[in-house]
Structure formats: C-alpha cells, structure tokens
C-alpha cells in the first residue's frame, strides 16, 4: 500500500531554514507527481509546490524565491527546502502523491483534487 511519511518539522525563528523530507513506498515513486501541502489553524489546506516525473517543479506566489522543492527518484524521498522561513509559514505541512505524473505544468498542479494519497503531516512552527 502507498505510504507517504514526513520528518523534519520543528521550531525556528524568522529568517531561519527547515528542510522537509517524506519517503514514499509501496508504489512507483519515479512515475507520480509530488507535491508539498500546508495547512494553519483555521484556514484551509493549501499547495506549496509540486515537482513532476519530467522533474517541472511549480510553487505558490507566496514561496517563490524562499522554498525548493527536489526529489530523489533513487530513494523514494521527496524534499521541500524553506529558507526565509517567516511566522505566516506557521502551519503542519503534508507530502502527498499525484493522481499522475508530468503534471506540475498545468494550472491545476497545486490543486489538492489532484492528489490522492497524504502523508501525516509534520509541524513547522516560525516565531517572530
């Protein structure tokens, strides 16, 4: 069965870095999109950034220019860099898997539709 497990979460203060990490298993890993999800307190889950099975990579406005996301398709292992990290970055993020792959070029690719398979999230906590 897929399944998607995070690390890396923690506290940090404004301007510092974290890097995530989620290894997949259970499935094709080179074959699917990836893609990095957050959500705050109160809010709703949004996308942070997808890299493709053609290695595209998309982000949202509100991280282009601070977070990187990478992927090791030889160890399953999915990565999102944050530097520049600030309090609104403040929320558990997810790792989750693609309905399909070669995907992180369409409008949609941050879309939480189109993934279908979530990790169980890890907390990434910036204080000011």
């Known amino acids: 069965q897929v399944q998607l497990v995070e690390s890396g979460g923690g506290s940090v203060q404004a301007g510092g870095s974290l890097r995530l990490s989620c290894v997949a298993s259970?499935?094709?890993?080179?074959?699917?999109?990836m893609g990095w999800f957050r959500q705050a307190p109160g809010k709703e889950r949004e996308g942070v950034a997808c890299?493709?099975?053609?290695?595209?990579?998309s982000y949202a406005d509100s991280v282009k220019g601070r977070f990187t996301i990478s992927r090791d398709n030889a160890k399953n292992t999915l990565f999102l860099q944050m530097n520049s990290l600030k309090p609104e970055d403040t929320a558990m993020y997810y790792c989750?898997?693609?309905?399909?792959?070669?995907?992180?070029?369409?409008?949609?690719?941050?879309?939480?539709?189109?993934?279908?398979?979530w990790g169980q999230g890890t907390q990434v906590t910036v204080s000011s």
């Open positions: 890299a493709d099975s053609v290695e595209y990579t």
């Open positions: 259970g499935y094709t890993y080179s074959s699917y999109s």
């Open positions: 989750a898997r693609a309905l399909r792959g070669a995907s992180c070029h369409t409008p949609w690719s941050l879309n939480e539709n189109e993934y279908n398979f």
